[in-house]
């Protein structure tokens, strides 16, 4: 089983859709998370941590479930320029381990 | 945010040969430094983890010898790709840390053996 894993996608959805990528871990250790955006023969960004608590920027919302060892990302209103892999990043004591990503298409 | 800058963003160099790529911190400093590779519609994987001033930790089935790396100072880390072969051939990222979970990217070198 994979450290982290993720939807395999690909996704594609129209222009104002609201689309939510999940993602499982599997090591209970695990310490912090994110969630990062690749553009094709880019390098990842960050787009945000996630907390336990839930949080929110802008179109974007992520929630971390501990308990479950599940992490989502919700994107509202989707914009073309949200086309790109979308990667599930969690980290064990500074070591970063990264999902497969999921690949998103918002097509006008 | 930090900046980290990678060097050269693209290579492209005959089997045989070694290639060596700079990931310089610009603007903070990184006491960790990582090597990732990724290949086409993969994700990242883990290379090495180096801390400044001493060794690198390579992740299990990565070769030290073949893929040296070196971090003399806190804003620059280099890996050297000896004997290059065109299974070598791939997207080679480093990331910075300043010793928070947080990992800035540098831009990326893509490597192309010949």
């Known amino acids: 089983r994979k450290e982290v894993e993720q939807d395999p996608g690909p996704f594609n959805v129209p222009e104002g859709a609201t689309v939510a990528f999940n993602c499982t871990y599997s090591?209970?250790?695990?310490?912090?998370f994110f969630w990062y955006r690749q553009d094709c023969r880019k390098e990842p960004k960050l787009l945000m941590s996630?907390?336990?608590s839930g949080n929110e920027d802008g179109r974007f919302t992520a929630q971390l479930n501990r308990a479950s060892q599940y992490i989502s990302l919700l994107i509202r209103d989707s914009k073309l320029s949200d086309s790109a892999t979308y990667l599930c990043v969690v980290n064990v004591g500074g070591k970063s381990t990264f999902g497969d990503g999921t690949t998103l298409t918002v097509k006008p | 945010g930090a900046v980290v800058s990678q060097h050269p963003s693209r290579v492209i160099c005959k089997s045989g040969t070694s290639v060596k790529i700079e990931c310089r911190s610009l603007d903070f400093q990184a006491t960790t430094m990582f090597w990732y590779r990724q290949f086409p519609k993969q994700s990242l994987m883990l290379m090495a983890t180096s801390n400044e001033g001493s060794k690198a930790t390579y992740e299990q089935g990565v070769e030290k010898d073949k893929f040296l790396i070196n971090h003399a100072s806190l804003t620059l880390s280099t890996l050297t790709v000896t004997s290059a072969h065109p299974e070598d051939s791939s997207f080679y990222i480093c990331?910075?840390?300043?010793?928070?979970?947080?990992?800035?990217f540098g831009p990326g070198t893509r490597l192309t053996v010949t």
């Open positions: 990331s910075a840390s300043s010793g928070d979970y947080e990992q800035y």
């Open positions: 090591n209970s250790a695990s310490q912090s």
């Open positions: 996630v907390y336990s």
